[in-house]
């Protein structure tokens, strides 16, 4: 695909150079990857107990989650600065790669051990796919007009992220697909959706790339691995094991010791680094960094929170959870693609982090006051709050800090969002449930105590609700009515956290969005070193920002 600015005279370009027919035959790949990966993280949610009953291994079945996001959020920042070296699409290919591979062997997995193995592997391919896709947008789009585009691809991630527990539930429920048990076909499913999005990308994307001469932080690499893996496996694993066990103590050691390991090699390798330390002292780059943890505990908290309170207090399927929380995707998706048109017509996007985080608070606090008797239609409306500040959030935070930096920093600063994020929704994701468990425990036996209920031994456990549904409804109530008032307290908490997120949000400076996509930024700045080294003058297209609103400006596009 021609990526020259000359475009016969019947076709629409933008400012970067691409018609809009030529961007979205792009995005479609783009998209056919993220759906694919955002689609994994929830999808097994359902059918988990199926595939463990199927392999023998339920009792070891918390590994296949906690393996896919392990290596998912290691591999994040590894693909964002090799991709900022080497070039964009190579990584992008390999990481669809090696996510339909991965995809394959989980569909042949012979039991829960090798599941997990396959699952890892799979997951080292999903932790490339989302932060590239969006850092190719950024290569081939100014960022006025790239939030548009992204308000698509945040779409997408709604979408999918929905439709996993669905999907995964109606798999799960085939007893057999074409001779293979139905939860194979979860993983099957990906290969030939997987192999098309891969021919898409070969054949439509064409990037140019200066290869820069740099080391691979290696080093930097493997101190993160030891710092964030048993962080993420006592974050899974913690309230199985006991927050205050030996091997939640050795975890904690052992984290915090590779973390400031990692942080003294990546002041040592400067722009060598995995993740260079430089870049916190950029404002914009250092608070949306915070801005990402903060809402992925809030994103990941609530949506781990909430399809609990439909399925024990509300008794939905898990499948019917996943479509219970449409008004929340809808919100998202909603909020996302009138904040990107918003953005492409005007230039601003600050509003959008503020209002959103406001939005989250409001929302997360109206949850307190769902009860076991709420009708839904209620609790609807509180989701649907909740995700329009998410839609407000997640592609502004993102397009504020691909802007402000170095566009040869596209890659790092697209995937810290995403790594940042994951890091928060792995946190959220594991203090806010064991807020809820810790509280239903106390508050379950004080509503049945003054209810004068006493529930026969061995008739209920916390830790299987199944036989809930049949228990009488004088004992089942205050049960529900218990474990509801639990969760008030895990959303007033997860409101107390979004604080921050204005906060942050609030302090964030709206720099002036530049005028012309990554590539020509970079291919501005590589000619004038040529010129410079050659003692020439050139002429190169400006790096800067559109005439527009006051503030600072953006970075550079050389060193």
């Known amino acids: 695909m021609p990526t020259s600015t000359t475009q016969p005279t019947n076709v629409s370009v933008e400012p970067g150079g691409l018609s809009h027919k030529q961007i979205m035959t792009i995005l479609s790949g783009l998209m056919l990857g993220m759906f694919l990966a955002a689609l994994d993280q929830t999808i097994v949610s359902t059918a988990i107990r199926t595939i463990g009953d199927d392999l023998n291994g339920l009792s070891v079945q918390a590994w296949v989650t906690t393996a896919f996001l392990i290596t998912s959020t290691i591999s994040t920042p590894l693909f ?7 070039g964009r699409k190579p990584f992008y290919m390999l990481a669809i790669t090696i996510f339909i591979v991965g995809s394959a062997l989980c569909g042949l997995a012979q039991n829960m051990y090798m599941l997990a193995a396959f699952r890892a592997f799979q997951g080292i391919g999903a932790g490339g796919i989302m932060p ?41 429920g085939q007893s057999s697909i074409l001779g293979a048990p139905g939860w194979r076909w979860i993983f099957y499913i990906n290969v030939p959706i997987g ?24 080093t930097g690499a493997g101190m993160l691995v030891v710092g964030l893996v048993p962080l993420l496996i006592i974050a899974e694993q ?49 608070q949306g960094s915070g801005q990402a943890l903060i809402v992925g505990m809030g994103m990941f908290g609530g949506i781990a929170s909430i399809p609990l309170y439909l399925q024990i207090v509300k008794g939905a399927s898990p499948t019917k959870a996943g479509l219970l929380l449409l008004p929340m995707i809808f919100g998202m998706m909603a909020a996302s693609l009138a904040s990107g048109q918003f953005t492409s017509r005007t230039g601003r996007y600050k509003i959008f982090p503020v209002v959103g985080s406001i939005f989250m ?7 307190t006051r769902i009860g076991a008797d709420t009708p839904l239609w209620q609790a609807d409306i509180y989701m649907a709050i909740f995700g329009l500040g998410l839609g407000m959030n997640m592609q502004s935070i993102v397009l504020a800090m691909q802007n402000a930096v170095d566009p040869r920093d596209m890659g790092v600063a697209t995937s810290a969002v995403t790594f940042f994020r994951q890091v928060g929704g792995s946190l959220g ?24 209920v ?71 700045a590589d000619a004038e070193v040529t010129s410079v080294a050659s003692g020439a003058a050139v002429d190169v297209p400006p790096a800067g920002p559109e005439a527009g609103p006051g503030g600072d400006r953006p970075a550079p596009a050389g060193r």
């Open 361 to 367: 608070v409001f929302g997360l606090l109206l949850m």
């Open 80 to 86: 964002g600065k090799l991709s900022d070296i080497y």
């Open 132 to 172: 590239l896709a969006l850092a190719i947008i950024g290569d081939i789009i100014p960022p006025r007009q790239r939030a548009k585009y992204q308000g698509y691809f945040m779409a997408v991630f709604a979408t999918s992220s929905v439709l996993g527990p669905v999907i995964g539930g109606f798999f799960a």
């Open 454 to 524: 006493q529930v026969p031994k061995g008739s209920f456990n916390l830790n299987d609700t199944s036989r809930l549904a049949s228990l009488p409804m004088q004992v089942r109530h205050p049960i529900l009515v218990g474990f509801s008032d639990s969760m008030d307290t895990v959303f007033l908490v997860g409101a107390f956290v979004l604080v921050i997120g204005v906060v942050l949000s609030v302090m964030m400076k709206e720099v002036p969005l530049r005028a012309v996509s990554g590539q020509q930024a970079r291919a501005a």
């Open 429 to 452: 994701t594991a203090v806010f449930l064991s807020i809820l468990f810790t509280r239903a425990a106390t508050n379950i036996p004080h509503e049945l105590a003054k209810n004068g």
């Open 195 to 218: 192999i098309f999005a891969l021919f898409v990308v070969t054949r439509v994307l064409h990037l140019d790339h200066n290869r820069r001469q740099h080391r691979i932080d290696w």
């Open 238 to 286: 913690g309230r199985t094991w006991g927050w205050s066990s030996p091997g939640a103590y050795a975890c904690y050691l052992l984290g915090v010791a590779g973390l400031a390991a990692f942080v003294r090699v990546e002041a040592r390798m400067g722009d060598e680094a995995l993740l260079p330390l430089r870049l916190f002292r950029n404002h914009v780059f250092a």
